[in-house]
């Protein structure tokens, strides 16, 4: 059964506000930080390329960030016509395969927009897309591997978008001191991801996905999780430290200091904590994120 408009109302095309509904622009916080992140550690001033940032601001949320969100909702729409039968696409507000033809639509206009924000923008924006396509659609379908789908999720969110955000600045191949941290920060969040996992775990036995927490089980998957954000930061501090910026290392250690204080009560209970550990120790881990960007700033100036 095509379960595309199973409870869908007559109509023949989205309402734009099915359409914004769809794009979950409350998703898009987390690439932009990480573009912002990328947009400080370039070292070049703001407002010298303010238009081009405001561009690859864009690019980052309601573009590329947008389509993913699109892509995941249509591939999910037979799942979700079952457990949130609201949501635009099994509600029938983005009636027939328009679902599909907007996923499509909005990634070529991704690929065709980041063209004109440089060659390594377009590249970057080419491999979030490829992502954000094979994490949600067949035959590769990321998300349902507990591995694979969260290292796909963290790389576009973190990794990718602080790139994208040095390269919109520098209009060449970033530093490779900002890819090291764009690369830390993006392996710590499969930690995050992880953790988002813990709040489907019934939905994702009965739908065979194989997210950690249902492979290892929860509290061996919650500490795992824990050590994914954790060591990468430790990196990022000891790179700091070696490239003299002693300052922001102490406060990068602080913030994990911190965040290994909440994750002790994180795993007394992952299942109902991970929600809690995600508003607190999440912002400490973002908040850190700025910190290494400032202080690279400094180290790629100089």
Known sequence: MDWTNAYAPSQAYPSARAVVELFKPITWFAPMWAFFCGVVSSGVPVFSRSLILLGGVMLAGPLICATSQAVNDWFDRHVDAIN?????????????????????????????????????????AVAGLFLSWAYSAPPMRLKQNGWWGPAAVALSYEGIAWFTGAAVMTATLPDWRIILLAALYSLGAHGIMTLNDFKAIEGDRQMGIRSLPVILGVDRAARLACAVMVLPQLAVAVELWVWNRPIFAFVVSAAIVSQLLLMVRLLRDPRKYAPWYNATGTSLYVSGMLVAAFAVRVVVGS
């Open 84 to 124: 949130e039968p609201g949501r635009p696409i099994p509600s029938g507000r983005i009636p027939g395969r328009w679902g599909l033809r907007i996923a499509v639509i909005w990634s070529l206009i991704s690929v065709v927009f980041s063209y004109f924000l440089g060659i390594w923008v377009f590249w970057a």
